[in-house]
């Protein structure tokens, strides 16, 4: 039986991957136990683009505010230059990968967040996983944009994180975090050491006291969300240790694996 890794890389560690990492996309599918999916952010190239064209970015709460304008530039980028790239780097690996966001195929419906100041954000309502598995069952390696629309066909700009872990719940499959560190990180005996695993309410205090800061929150907090959506596992990874991945479908323990603090009361 053929498990799906919904794999999540951010837009900051993209650059940093090497050819051993997509190669090992193509050892895993290989294996016939495990099908990998590609769900990708790309903030840091959306400010860059958003620079170049001069256009004005304007923030609410430390969020960026997604105008009609801000959006156009968000899918170029998102659903087209990053999208591509990674489907590029797979096949130079020797994978065979396809590209789609979440408006192909009605792969993601989304509703606009409540927060209406943020513009043509959204959040994802629905999720239809039968073009992934059809991909999936065709030999491609799906490569997800996260931008969707609502049941008017509106576009909508979606947290990539939210995405992953949405789709890890269609699929029934396990999601896997790719970061530039070794999984969530301590201070222990003057060193940062990674945690093997840690708790939702762990995570909780951690976030509080401010021992978890920057990209790794919302990594964490989509990692906590999915479980409570009957994700199967969830890790967070090194994606600068090529052979991550293949260790993990071989049962290595590898990052930080994220566990509901319930399941062990229960146990």
């Excluded at 599918?29 to 970015?57: C, F, Y």
């Excluded at 944009?145 to 609502?150: L, R």
């Excluded at 596992?233 to 993990?248: A, H, Q, R, S, T």
Aim: hydrophobic share 45%.
């Amino acid at each position: 039986m053929t498990h799906y890794l919904v794999i999540k890389c951010g837009g900051s560690v993209f650059d940093k991957l090497t050819p051993e990492f997509f190669k090992s996309l193509q050892i895993i599918q290989e294996s016939g136990k495990w099908q990998p999916v590609i769900v990708h952010g790309g903030g840091p190239a959306i400010s860059q683009m958003l620079d170049k064209m001069e256009i004005p970015t304007v923030f609410h709460h430390g969020l960026r505010v997604t105008t009609q304008e801000v959006l156009d530039v968000a899918e170029m980028v998102l659903s087209g230059t990053m999208n591509k790239q990674i489907v590029s780097k797979i096949a130079a690996s020797g994978g065979k990968a396809i590209g789609l966001s979440g408006v192909d195929g009605g792969l993601f419906l989304a509703k606009p967040t409540s927060l209406t100041e943020l513009g043509y954000v959204g959040e994802i309502t629905s999720v239809d996983a039968e073009v992934i598995r059809s991909l999936a069952g065709q030999g491609f390696i799906p490569v997800v944009s996260p931008i969707s629309m609502d049941e008017h066909g509106q576009h909508l700009n979606i947290n990539a994180d939210q995405a992953a872990a949405s789709l890890a719940v269609a699929l029934n499959g396990k999601l896997c975090f790719i970061s530039d560190v070794p999984g969530i990180l301590v201070e222990k005996d003057g060193a940062l050491t990674p945690l093997k695993q840690v708790s939702n309410l762990e995570i909780e205090q951690m976030i509080e006291l401010k021992k978890i800061s920057g990209g790794m929150i919302p990594k964490a907090k989509a990692a906590v969300d999915s479980l409570k959506k009957n994700v199967k596992e969830v890790v967070i990874v090194n994606g600068m240790m090529p052979d991550c991945l293949i260790d993990y479908t071989n049962g290595v323990e590898v990052g930080t694996k994220i566990f509901l603090e319930e399941e062990i009361l229960h146990a």
